[in-house]
């Protein structure tokens, strides 16, 4: 029996979700009785205990071998961009075009700043090598391959100890044979070492970008090898026959023998589960247009949620040297849930800058030492130890009373870190860090919707994440929303969305063609193509022929701009809709909806077309095991006083256990409502009820809005 094979037949059975973060691992469990949640402080030096030490405490005395599949999302590609911990690559590529990655883009990210930081290269120049061959823009031969000059570039690899190999030749996406020539050579002298084609990695037009994505994708390439296969050797010794699946930065979740194809469109592992979940708790819910906002340990990452459907896009930027400014970092291709990520998370480290200024973020504690109050080692305060000292954490009830919090430590950081420094008390150091951290996680919320030409006023504020409820309803204030929702099991909630994701690929083809030249037949062979090669995939994964299901659309632009937008198209399977006409006017549509407006008489072209394939995961579903199980019961939590910045003081406050609230409850603000993996926080004047599906529908007093 074949892998895909065994995967169809897996019947029915317990379900994990596991999320890896920067500082905590998140764990969900559901069969047909009902759910469990963890949540574990991650092991940043080897994830896969961590990860090991989060299913134990939820599959109790089953163990991992009464699992029928497990989804995992991981940070190890972000972070491996990010520290610069991946592997050491060398880059082939055509004569002439050695220094690519250090050119880059012509236009800078901040054209007033004469001191411009560029992202270093993941590859050293000495290990950027040259080939004398070349392709014309449509792929014929201009000047054939020297096999004898490829391998004197791969002993030249092999001396320099590469451990991977990211091969991008000049317009290989139209004509890969040169690629596939050189990786066989490569196979022959580097024996064992990873190689990238970007003929397979990026089949995409831009050299700058295609080059880019397959260097990234080579420099983590033996680092993700190394932890799946880790992963898979100790499941397996504990008796796990199941699935195991991966999930990518589109929010789909794939095999380990897919996702080590292109780990590179891991980079968005976790958080795009977040977003998925937040997603699908909405249309359930009814309210599909949502800020879907998951704050975690690390960071807070931001996305929207229009009619049920995350914003995504086919680039993204990793490793941004400037948080806010797009340039700054490494262009990937990567289909992606689109986001935006905010160094502002429980962890988040406070400071006094060298003029007096207090700054929060985007350095973290994270799990080890991790805040002060956690009393690891950790001696510089975070927001979690400003949280803690303004009462909205419950030092006895953390992770359900599995972590004891010390507020002494967190006192005794802020004060020597910013109280002291600032000539005030403790209490305001804390509130500070409080509403400087919601300040920041607003403007970015302020700023994404507003690239997007969205105002986030009449969107439903979704938190979830550790941290994300305790500051939610404080950001909505600020930015004039009016609702609020904390879904059941806030805490994991990423690791409820890994249990959602579908099976999916996404396969693209640069083809450039100018509207007013474009003939339907071409454009409905390739698309065919692409349908074809999309169904082998999801085939190879388990996915039953008649449950498959495919989407087509195409970038496209107006002739002389940088950027294009993603058309959806309208048929799969057929050749309707691929005239120019059509295609102009699915552009116009989703131009306008972007932008606000059209650019009448502009030609208009298309770059590159894409075939999205999607299949339910074998084996069995959340939906088929109980998605709105209850939670269990518990009793009342004592009140005590909480510090509310509009109050401006500590007012008495009820707190609430959320595993005794059933639907219909309703009560006013102040209040605090603990869970074991998060907890949210209402303010005077706010009001909270609990509705069918177990959320908490947060209605927020107005506030000063900026």
């Known amino acids: 029996m074949t892998a895909a094979e065994s995967r169809q037949r897996t019947p029915p059975g317990a379900l994990v979700g596991v999320d890896v973060g920067g500082t905590f691992t998140d764990v969900a469990y559901v069969d047909r009785e009902g759910w469990r949640f963890g949540k574990v402080l991650t092991t940043p030096e080897d994830p896969t205990a961590g990860i090991l030490d989060a299913l134990a405490g939820v599959t109790a005395g089953g163990g991992v071998a009464a699992l029928a599949a497990i989804m995992h999302g991981t940070t190890l590609v972000a972070n491996a961009i990010i520290e610069r911990k991946g592997g050491r690559v060398g880059l082939v590529t055509t004569a002439g075009f050695r220094d690519i990655l250090t050119i880059g883009r012509e236009p800078r990210y901040d054209i007033f700043d004469l001191f411009l930081d560029k992202p270093t290269p993941l590859v050293p120049r000495e290990l950027c090598l040259e080939v004398g061959e070349r392709l014309g823009y449509d792929g014929a031969v201009l000047r054939p391959l020297d096999p004898g000059e490829v391998r004197g570039v791969a002993r030249q690899l092999a001396a320099a100890g590469v451990d991977a190999v990211a091969v991008c030749l000049l317009h290989a996406f ?230 004891r919090l010390v507020p002494a430590l967190a006192e005794t950081a802020l004060r020597a870190h910013i109280a002291d420094r600032l000539k005030t008390d403790v209490v305001a150091a804390a509130r500070g860090v409080f509403e400087l951290v919601n300040s920041h996680m607003a403007t970015a919320m302020r700023i994404h919707a507003v690239e997007r030409n969205r105002n986030v006023r009449g969107y439903t504020l979704f938190a979830f994440g550790g941290a994300g409820p305790v500051h939610a309803y404080h950001v909505a204030r600020s930015l004039g929303i009016r609702d609020v929702v904390v879904p059941p099991g806030a805490g994991v909630a990423s690791a409820i969305g890994l249990l959602a994701a579908p099976l999916a690929v996404e396969i693209p083809r640069s083809h450039v063609v100018r509207l007013d030249r474009l003939t339907a037949a071409p454009v409905a062979t390739i698309f065919r193509a692409l349908e074809e090669a999309a169904t082998r995939a999801l085939l190879r994964m388990g996915a039953v022929p008649e449950a498959i299901r495919l989407e087509r659309s195409v970038e496209m632009r107006y002739v002389g701009q940088g950027y294009q937008v993603t058309v959806p198209v309208t048929a799969a399977g057929g050749d309707t809709g691929l005239d120019a006409e059509s295609l102009r006017a699915a552009f116009e549509g989703t131009y306008r909806a972007a932008y606000g407006l059209v650019l009448e008489g502009r030609r208009i072209e298309a770059l590159t077309w894409r075939v999205a394939g999607r299949a339910p995961r074998p084996g069995g579903s959340p939906e088929a095991l109980g998605l709105a199980a209850r939670l269990g019961r518990d009793g009342r939590r004592p009140s005590r006083a909480v510090f509310f910045p509009e109050a401006g003081d500590f007012v008495p406050c009820a707190i609430y256990d959320r595993y005794a609230l059933e639907p219909g409850f309703e009560a006013r603000g102040p209040a605090v409502i603990e869970e074991r993996e998060a907890t949210t926080v209402v303010g005077p004047g706010g009001s909270v009820a609990v509705d069918g599906r177990l959320n908490l529908r947060i209605t927020v007093e107005k506030g000063r809005v900026p």
């Not at 070492?193 to 880019?212: A, N």
């Not at 026959?241 to 780990?263: C, D, F, H, K």
């Open 174 to 403: 139209r004509n890969p044979a040169h690629e596939e020539a050189v990786a066989a050579i490569l196979a022959e002298e580097l024996p064992g070492c990873d190689v990238s084609l970007s003929s397979r990695i990026c089949p995409e037009l831009g050299e700058y970008v295609r080059t880019s994505t397959t260097v990234a994708n080579a420099y983590v390439r033996p680092r993700v090898r190394r932890y799946l296969g880790q992963l898979t050797r100790e499941l397996e010794g504990r008796g796990f026959r199941g699935g195991l699946y991966l999930m990518q930065s589109n929010g789909a979740i794939v095999t380990p023998e897919v996702a080590l194809e292109a780990p590179i469109q891991l980079i968005e592992s976790g958080p795009a589960a977040g977003a998925i979940a937040a997603a699908r708790q909405g249309v359930a819910g009814g309210f599909p247009n949502l800020v879907a906002f998951d704050m975690g340990g690390t960071t807070a990452k931001i996305s929207l949620v229009d009619g049920g459907a995350p914003a995504r896009s086919a680039e993204f930027e990793a490793a941004r040297l400037h948080r806010f400014k797009r340039g700054s970092g490494l262009p990937l291709k990567v289909p992606v849930i689109e986001m935006i990520e905010v160094g502002a998370g429980g962890g988040s480290l406070a400071t006094v800058d060298a003029i007096s200024l207090l700054r929060v973020g985007p350095e973290s504690a994270g799990a080890a030492p991790g805040p002060a109050c956690y009393d690891r080692g950790g001696e510089r305060p975070t927001v979690t130890d400003a949280d803690l000292v303004l009462g909205y954490l419950n030092p006895e009830n953390f992770l359900g009373g599995a972590m």
